[in-house]
């Protein structure tokens, strides 16, 4: 098994994007609902999104996505994309790859009892 998440793009300025990638193979890709948390200094980790290959169903947390992130699948490559625009210094944070077996309501409802967690790709959005 082989979970891991990459960063398109190194420090980016306020406005940029960046694209996150997580690479999960040796598992049934269809089965998952994966995604990222992301957890900035001194904060709780939080949900960031997730996506459901096999239907394409997807889920975004809260109000500070405000359309500004975008997930998305390859099938092919069992890769799920992060794409982040219009980046602001708030979203500067250490961001996980997660994935659970199931649903993107069952991910969604679930912060802490993934099945597997990717290494955390440091983002820092700078002025």
């Known amino acids: 098994l082989r979970f891991s998440c990459r960063r398109v793009g190194g420090l980016v300025q306020i406005g940029g994007s960046l694209r996150l990638s997580c690479v999960a193979s040796g598992l049934r890709f269809d089965d998952y609902a994966i995604g990222w948390f992301r957890q900035a200094p001194r904060k709780e980790r939080e949900q960031v999104s997730c996506?459901?290959?096999?239907?394409?169903?997807?889920?975004y947390a809260a109000d500070f996505v405000e359309g500004r992130f975008t997930i998305s699948s390859n099938k092919a490559e069992n890769t799920v994309y992060l794409q982040m625009n219009s980046l602001k210094p708030e979203d500067t944070a250490v961001y996980y790859c997660?994935?659970?077996?199931?649903?993107?309501?069952?991910?969604?409802?679930?912060?802490?009892?993934?099945?597997?967690w990717g290494k955390g790709t440091l983002v820092t959005v700078s002025s």
């Open positions: 996506i459901t290959s096999r239907d394409g169903r997807t889920y």
């Open positions: 997660a994935a659970l077996s199931g649903t993107v309501a069952a991910w969604a409802a679930n912060l802490y009892g993934m099945d597997y």
